[in-house]
């Protein structure tokens, strides 16, 4: 008897430690719709059935408001995913609008993302998912774009949800949807002058997220996969190369001068952009740990289960995380 009550416990803590599988999925965030075949497969294998999909962004110029970055496609090979779409609005796009231009910027935003769907011959969900970053002044017309976009496109409207908006959700309110998808990275500002990783930090993350398990609304989890740099010119202004990892510059243009953090030597074009001998850059990678670790975490946080997003489908950065993509 002793023997089966110890087997038993062994069996309770082995369950309770165990490492909680979650389905995954893939945000796609490029211009131009295509896939490798490594790209391909990553997809293919993936649990989750949508691919959510950057269709465009939403920003003001004047006292007008238009699509920029309009997703084209170059592969027209099919895919075995429903397409989510996407849309990118900035939050200076709701400073000031009026109640009309709202229901219009609903009827333009769902208008442009049938055109593209028609062009783009996908397979849609049922769903279109808003990302804006929204603020205590803006949330009113914001969330009254969610309620009008829900009545005239019939779909079901999701939105993104910023760290921020966990911990003050009192100040930042609830949108006016049924489930949301937290980004758990944008940890600060990659603009500031900080030894923290900007893209995500853990000890920021756990802070953020403390009382997660509060939020009343449904939440998946969107987690990143991708790198950058961040270039100091001699005057300490700051820019931002995206998809540059510390390899790219293990090489003789370069001076280590500390841990991810490299010297230009010689005056020339880099990833695309000119930089001048002793600009400093600083390269911010996400090793898969942390987000094992960002997992767990919100793993003993929530109490139901949840799908993973990772932002974004690219070999460049999904090569790197062999554990988590498998």
Same mark, same amino acid.
């Given at each position: ?19 909680i ?8 965030w ?7 075949? !490594? ?8 649990k989750?059935?949508n691919?959510?999909t ?11 408001? !238009?699509?920029?970055g ?13 397409i ?7 939050? !200076?796009?709701?400073?000031?609008i ?28 049922? &769903? ?16 009254l774009?969610?309620? &009008? ?5 019939? +779909? ?10 966990? +911990?003050d959700?009192?100040t ?10 937290l980004m758990?990275?944008?940890? @600060?500002?990659?603009?500031?002058? @900080? ?15 403390s ?12 987690l ?52 001048n ?15 094992? !670790? @960002? ?32």
């Amino acid at each position: 008897m002793k023997k089966l009550l110890y087997l038993f416990l062994l069996l309770l803590l082995w369950s309770c430690n165990k490492n909680i599988d979650h389905d995954y999925g893939f945000y796609y965030w490029r211009s131009t719709f295509g896939l490798n075949q !490594e790209e391909s497969k990553l997809l293919n294998q993936s649990k989750v059935e949508n691919l959510y999909t950057r269709f465009f962004d939403i920003q003001k110029s004047g006292n007008n408001y !238009e699509a920029v970055g309009i997703l084209k496609r170059k592969d027209t090979s099919k895919i075995n995913k429903i397409i989510v779409p996407v849309v990118f609005i900035t939050n !200076e796009t709701w400073y000031k609008i009026s109640k009309q231009d709202v229901t219009l910027l609903a009827q333009k935003t769902f208008d442009q993302v049938n055109e593209i769907s028609k062009k783009m011959n996908f397979d849609l969900a049922n &769903e279109i998912q808003i990302d804006s970053d929204w603020t205590k002044g803006t949330k009113d017309d914001y969330f009254l774009f969610l309620k &009008e976009l829900q009545r005239i496109s019939k +779909r079901d409207i999701t939105s993104t949800l910023r760290l921020h908006q966990v +911990r003050d959700k009192k100040t930042m309110g609830v949108p006016p949807v049924k489930k949301m998808y937290l980004m758990c990275y944008s940890t @600060s500002s990659p603009l500031e002058k @900080s030894d923290k990783n900007s893209i995500l930090d853990l000890k920021l993350l756990r802070s953020y997220l403390s009382n997660i398990e509060d939020y009343p609304l449904k939440l998946d989890i969107a987690l990143p996969i991708y790198s950058w740099a961040i270039v100091t010119n001699h005057l300490g202004k700051h820019k931002l190369i995206n998809a540059v990892k510390t390899s790219d510059l293990e090489n003789s243009n370069f001076e280590k001068v500390g841990e991810n953090n490299y010297k230009v030597l010689k005056d020339d074009f880099y990833f695309g952009m000119y930089l001048n001998k002793g600009f400093e850059i600083k390269v911010e990678e996400i090793p898969e740990s942390d987000i094992e !670790e @960002s997992i767990n975490f919100i793993d003993n946080k929530l109490k139901y289960p949840y799908q993973i997003v990772y932002y974004h489908l690219d070999s460049q950065f999904t090569q790197h995380y062999k554990n988590i993509l498998k």
